[in-house]
């Protein structure tokens, strides 16, 4: 018999009373072992998510916009060697560039101011021919008039050429008879028959000459 009574549990008191009777505070419930492993398992997903939210390792430099911001600027106040190569190469294109284009400029305009004073030429072979007949002496209107048309062809860069005396010039003067003499060495123009123009540095027309020729 007193084995049975040593081999019994002994009852288990649980006091649930909400007031605490030594504290006099309000007791909150504890939780049970399953609440107990829930509670748990919420702060270990929020830790992982934590954990998943930071960053993967905390001393790894994160790139912000200050940062390229500033590393660009660095890489403008002192470029590579590459990048002066690159801008000296973009430079000389340009300069290239702005050379051929002024240069067609001036052709074009040559040719648009030639294909205008052209019409001219005949005009101004007259006043030649009455210059050699001594039409344009003095101070006649004629004169006058012959001298402003003159001057207006000369400031659009019209230039005539073709005087007697000088070095016959297959690239320039056309010779439309030849005298052999025994006065000249070198083919020299003895008569202009057709005064020849050039347009700033483009031939406009060849003067037509009559050429001595050394014996």
Do not use: C, W
């Not at 590579?80 to 400029?105: F, G, I, W």
């Amino acid at each position: 018999m007193s084995d049975e009574n040593q081999n019994h549990d002994e009852p288990v008191i649980r006091d649930k009373r909400r007031i605490d009777p030594e504290t006099g505070q309000v007791r909150q419930p504890a939780p049970d072992a399953g609440e107990a492993t829930d509670a748990a398992g919420a702060t270990d997903a929020a830790a992982d998510a934590a954990a998943a939210s930071a960053p993967a390792d905390a001393d790894e430099d994160v790139l912000t916009v200050d940062d390229i911001l500033n590393a660009a600027q660095a890489e403008v106040q002192e470029p590579t060697d590459e990048h002066l190569a690159d801008l000296k190469r973009v430079t000389a294109e340009y300069a290239n560039y702005r050379k051929r284009t002024e240069a067609n400029r001036e052709i074009e305009r040559e040719r648009a101011v030639g294909a205008a004073v052209a019409v001219l030429l005949p005009v101004l072979d007259d006043l030649d021919r009455a210059e050699k007949h001594g039409d344009l002496e003095g101070d006649a209107p004629f004169a006058t008039i012959a001298a402003k048309l003159r001057g207006a062809v000369e400031k659009l860069g019209l230039t005539p050429f073709g005087e007697v005396g000088e070095p016959f010039d297959p690239q320039r003067h056309e010779a439309i008879f030849q005298q052999p003499s025994d006065e000249v060495e070198v083919d020299t123009v003895a008569d202009v028959v057709e005064t020849g123009y050039t347009l700033g540095g483009t031939l406009l027309r060849a003067a037509k000459v009559v050429v001595k020729t050394p014996l």
